[in-house]
């Protein structure tokens, strides 16, 4: 039974691409075009500077990762109520790889809800990372391979000590984060097409 569990995994996975995909459609001509991008920093205006500021992840994206952790949640929960009635054996092995799964579920999801990234002064703060504007050698939007074949936009922060740091633009309001570091580092601000 267990192993009927990781099939409909497999095939959630791929019921999430496609919903990935469909998400990503829309916004897909955006996401690749990065002149409109540039077209749009230079309009963009700041409202009101602010000590700092917080981003948070955007809703799109936590929507299309919170149906794979529902789902996975759903499967273990489903076992854990089969085996309550006894229409499933209760082993060491299952009991183990169901508690795996509901602390996987736990962890990511919380980590995804909590995601932020802080620009306090000229300093980038991302969890435990912290990268300060003056030391930047140069910051880089691309388009870059995410995890298979999906791509999105990136910031690549190359230190002035050659250390790079990739930030991935799936927050909301990236226009206002973006052009708070162009702003901070002028011309070492670049967008390559």
Do not use: H
Not at 68 to 94: D, P, Q, R
Not at 108 to 120: E, M, P
Not at 154 to 162: A, K, M, R, V
Request: glycine share 4%; proline share 0%.
């Amino acid at each position: 039974m267990f192993i009927k569990s990781l099939i409909r995994i497999n095939k959630i996975r791929i019921y999430e691409t496609l919903i990935n995909e469909l998400i990503n459609e829309e916004n897909m001509f955006d996401l690749y075009n990065l002149k409109k991008l540039e077209e749009n920093l230079k309009t963009f205006e700041i409202e009101g500077e602010k000590d700092i500021y917080i981003f948070r992840g955007n809703k799109k994206y936590i929507i299309s990762s919170s149906i794979f952790f529902i789902t996975i949640l759903f499967i273990a929960l489903n076992s854990i109520y089969k085996i309550v009635l006894g229409a499933e054996k209760m082993t060491i092995l299952k009991i183990i790889l169901i508690l795996v799964l509901l602390f996987y579920v736990m962890f990511a999801f919380i980590s995804l809800i909590r995601y932020k990234i802080f620009i306090k002064g000229k300093e980038i703060i991302s969890g435990k990372l912290k990268i300060n504007m003056d030391r930047i050698k140069t910051a880089i939007v691309k388009i870059d391979k995410v995890k298979g074949n999906r791509y999105d936009r990136y910031l690549e922060i190359i230190y002035d000590d050659n250390r790079m740091i990739k930030l991935r633009l799936n927050i909301d309001n990236y226009l206002l984060f973006l052009k708070i570091i162009q702003n901070n580092i002028k011309e070492k601000f670049i967008i390559k097409n």
